[in-house]
């Protein structure tokens, strides 16, 4: 089945300046990549998602780069803010069913003000 | 539209208990999925439900059974709770083709002493 691997565990940034979050796949056929962001204490929510079609996405200071030869994606966060404190998990599956989503083990990010 | 609600939030079970934990979705979805967060281990499928009146095994189904009651309802049960299933437990929903997002509940956070 499908390997999910993130780095790093933990990243802890100053404020305003950019986190970099990376993952890598280990099934080829993996199509589907989301990530999900969850606060202390609170449901995991998705906030970006690319298909693998798109090299890259974009949403605000939020951004997704995919490198489907390389098989990893990563996760780009600009002009961090206190709020982006979180741990945040990449997923990857084939195009099938959303059981076959697996997640990695999660990266906290921490904003340092 | 309250989303996918979970309960209980929070219970401490002694080994051997019996409980069930208890999930709707009010999205209509067709597929639900009970999940186990571990530290520094992820988000990991334990089992789901694709449509009313299925389930299957996910990535740990060993000491757990589930019930789909009907479209709205899936719960989770612990036979003999262990303390190897102090967890958080997420119930989460779906339409069930890769690329939809999944939404979860909130959490339920359970200690086996």
């Known amino acids: 089945g499908e390997n999910v691997e993130q780095h790093p565990s933990t990243l802890s940034v100053q404020e305003g300046d950019s986190a970099v979050i990376k993952c890598t796949y280990s099934?080829?056929?993996?199509?589907?990549f989301p990530w999900y962001k969850q606060e202390l204490g609170k449901r995991p929510q998705l906030i970006i998602d690319?298909?693998?079609?798109?090299g890259e996405k974009k949403d605000q200071r939020i951004a997704v780069t995919l490198n489907k030869t390389a098989k990893h994606f990563s996760l780009h966060i600009t002009e961090t803010q206190p709020e982006d404190s979180a741990v945040y998990f990449c997923?990857?599956?084939?195009?099938?069913?959303?059981?076959?989503?697996?997640f990695g083990t999660g990266t906290r990010l921490t904003i340092i003000p | 539209n309250a989303g996918v609600t979970q309960t209980p939030k929070f219970q401490v079970l002694k080994t051997g208990q019996s409980m069930t934990l208890q999930c709707a979705q009010d999205?209509?979805?067709?597929?639900m999925y009970w999940y186990r967060q571990d530290p520094g281990m992820g988000l990991r499928l334990i089992y789901y439900?694709?449509?009313?009146?299925?389930?299957d095994k996910g990535e740990v189904p060993n000491g757990y059974n589930v019930s789909r009651l009907n479209k709205r309802e899936f719960s989770l049960r612990l036979e003999s709770a262990a303390p190897s299933q102090t967890s958080v437990y997420f119930c989460?929903?779906?339409?069930?083709?890769?690329?939809?997002?999944?939404?979860f509940g909130e959490g339920s956070w359970l200690t086996v002493v």
């Open positions: 989460a929903s779906s339409e069930r083709l890769s690329g939809n997002t999944i939404y």
């Open positions: 997923a990857a599956s084939i195009d099938f069913g959303n059981e076959k989503l697996t």
């Open positions: 099934d080829s056929a993996s199509n589907y």
């Open positions: 999205m209509n979805h067709n597929s």
């Open positions: 439900s694709a449509s009313e009146g299925t389930t």
């Open positions: 690319i298909r693998s079609n798109v």
